[in-house]
């Protein structure tokens, strides 16, 4: 099973940029896909971007382009590069496997003011 702490999250403006991490422990991170998820206030938690273990990337329309994943094997780590950001990106932004498993970690906040 694969434990997760994610950090980075912050308050920056609309039109800035964060950078997500997610260290992870447990021997099978590199043998998984791993996904960056989101979940806003009221709302559902979403798949934001996801990442297989051999670097293929895909995205949700909402962050195509403006958000990038990425993954360190060696160094269990995934991360989420989002530049561009806007109003509607403020959400508590979680990382897991995907599917996802059981086991959530804290998340990382992750507030764009207009």
């Known amino acids: 099973q694969v434990q997760l702490v994610e950090s980075g999250g912050g308050l920056v403006q609309a039109g800035g940029s964060l950078r997500l991490s997610c260290a992870a422990s447990?021997?099978?991170?590199?043998?998984?896909?791993m996904g960056w998820y989101r979940q806003a206030p009221g709302k559902q938690r979403e798949l934001v971007a996801a990442i297989t273990r051999g670097g293929v990337r895909n995205y949700a329309n909402s962050v195509k382009g403006r958000f990038t994943i990425s993954r360190d094997n060696a160094e269990n780590t995934l991360y989420l590069q989002m530049n561009s950001l806007k109003p509607e990106d403020t959400a508590v932004y979680y990382c897991n496997t995907w599917p996802p498993g059981d086991y959530w970690g804290q998340g990382t906040q992750v507030t764009v003011s207009s």
């Open positions: 447990g021997s099978s991170f590199s043998d998984n896909t």
